[in-house]
């Protein structure tokens, strides 16, 4: 009976061991496993950042289309700004009522158009001159109670949409 605890207590000695020495040397499929898992972690991670940038590249041509389309727009608005300017003159060097109404009505639509597109007049008479919305063109002397900087007359007028001048009021300032 000794014999067979001795031999018991052998293999329950050597079965640890056995185990020890199985758990330092990991198998091949092991091994196998944890590397395919490393590389579909490594595939995942490469994934995400792939959909990511393609994300921010949409959005970010989106915006770029978009601002493009925008300014398009504008340079089609801004041309039209010299028929404004014609379309007024005509209508003060015209003599005939009839016709100066016809020019009137046709005026009055050009604005309204411009209006809807949110284009303002850059009106600048009697303010002090601001280089963001106008150009100075010519300079003339204050008479009696003017400051010096200030706008006497508008020579072209000024447009802007929103804070983005479309194009400066050229003025007369007061030196």
Not at 11 to 21: A, C, D, G, S
Request: with cysteine.
């Amino acid at each position: 009976m000794e014999k067979e605890e001795l031999k018991q207590e052998e293999i329950l000695e050597e079965t640890p061991v056995k185990e020890e020495k199985a758990k330092k040397k990991p198998s091949k499929k092991q091994e196998e496993l944890e590397k395919a898992l490393a590389e579909a972690e490594e595939s995942t991670r490469k994934w995400y950042a792939v959909t990511a940038e393609y994300e921010n590249y949409r959005r970010r041509t989106q915006n770029q289309a978009a601002v493009r389309y925008q300014e398009g727009r504008n340079d089609v608005i801004a041309a039209l700004f010299p028929i404004g300017d014609n379309l007024e003159r005509a209508m003060a060097s015209c003599a005939d009522e009839n016709t100066k109404q016809g020019l009137d009505m046709v005026l009055k639509s050009f604005k309204k158009v411009l209006e809807g597109e949110g284009v303002e007049e850059i009106d600048p008479i009697g303010q002090p001159f601001n280089a963001d919305t106008m150009e100075a063109i010519m300079a003339m002397p204050c008479a009696d109670g003017e400051e010096a900087g200030t706008v006497k007359q508008v020579y072209v007028k000024g447009y802007k949409k929103g804070e983005k001048v479309l194009r400066y009021a050229q003025v007369i300032v007061t030196q």
